[in-house]
């Protein structure tokens, strides 16, 4: 298999070890392209911190957790303004929903526990397990990680509950110039597969692609000759709401695994 790739370009959209996934990639014969469809990450602390005040102020009648990063970095600012056992008092007092195992270990560190949790780690999972859950004129926190989630807020509007989100970590969006070299690409028939590996890539090529009346192109482009490759529950999530179908997803959720998944795609599909 160590030719599975040849005359394959593959695009990385991510900003995490793209050297070591490049050099994956040329073991198979590919041709690797760092194309960095996401910004920076950053804590965003001064933007969050009057937001977590009025939660800590309030309370809600549900906290739903969506990362074990975000949760523990709101314990943290609640600890730096002097309020920390306010905070753990008022999510204690709320049922608390959360999405992942991280969370999970970090709800359970805090001596919290969870009245609903997914089934796969994925927010369609979380909203499934909410089902039947009582929001309707309820106050709900939802903690996200930089970026909305626009099926679980959907999903608590519809049933109209009063929604506070927390965002301690924001994105700046990805480059104007990388987007643009990208679809041009597309056009050009130029890309032969797209490693996504976090669920923010996603959402901004589609952004971006909705922005400039590009999305059935990039669809078709996906359906008919690009193949997306994805890591995780959520990411794989995130393409498929897009309408993408033919998504090539390791089991293991690791990078390595990822570009030896789509070796074996690409030679299986030599073979037919």
Not at 49 to 78: H, P, Q, R, Y
Not at 243 to 255: C, F, N, T
Request: glycine fraction near 8%.
């Amino acid at each position: 298999m160590g030719n599975a790739l040849s005359g394959y370009k593959v695009v990385l959209a991510g900003t995490r070890k793209t050297d070591e996934m490049s050099t994956l990639i040329e073991k198979q014969g590919g041709t690797p392209l760092v194309r960095s469809l996401q910004g920076t990450v950053f804590r965003a602390d001064d933007e969050v911190l009057k937001d977590l005040e009025t939660f800590i102020s309030k309370g809600a009648d549900w906290a739903i957790l969506t990362t074990g990063i975000g949760t523990n970095t709101l314990v943290e600012l609640a600890e730096r303004i002097g309020k920390k056992d306010e905070f753990l008092a008022r999510l204690k007092e709320a049922n608390i929903a959360a999405r992942g195992y991280k969370t999970k270990n970090v709800i359970k560190q805090l001596g919290l526990q969870a009245e609903v949790v997914d089934n796969d780690g994925t927010v369609s999972g979380l909203v499934a397990a909410m089902e039947g859950a009582d929001v309707t004129g309820k106050r709900v926190m939802v903690q996200l990680h930089g970026e909305n989630a626009p099926k679980l807020l959907a999903f608590l509007e519809e049933k109209g509950a009063d929604i506070q989100t927390l965002l301690p970590y924001r994105h700046t969006p990805a480059k104007e110039e990388t987007m643009a070299q990208f679809f041009r690409e597309i056009e050009e028939r130029a890309l032969d597969a797209v490693c996504f590996t976090a669920a923010i890539q996603v959402r901004e090529l589609f952004t971006y692609a909705k922005k400039n009346n590009m999305k059935d192109l990039l669809v078709e482009a996906f359906q008919r000759h690009v193949i997306a490759v994805s890591v995780g529950k959520v990411t794989t999530e995130a393409l498929q709401d897009e309408g993408i179908k033919r998504i090539v997803a390791p089991e293991l959720e690791r990078m390595g695994a990822m570009i030896v998944a789509l070796a074996s795609y690409v030679q299986e599909e030599k073979s037919r």
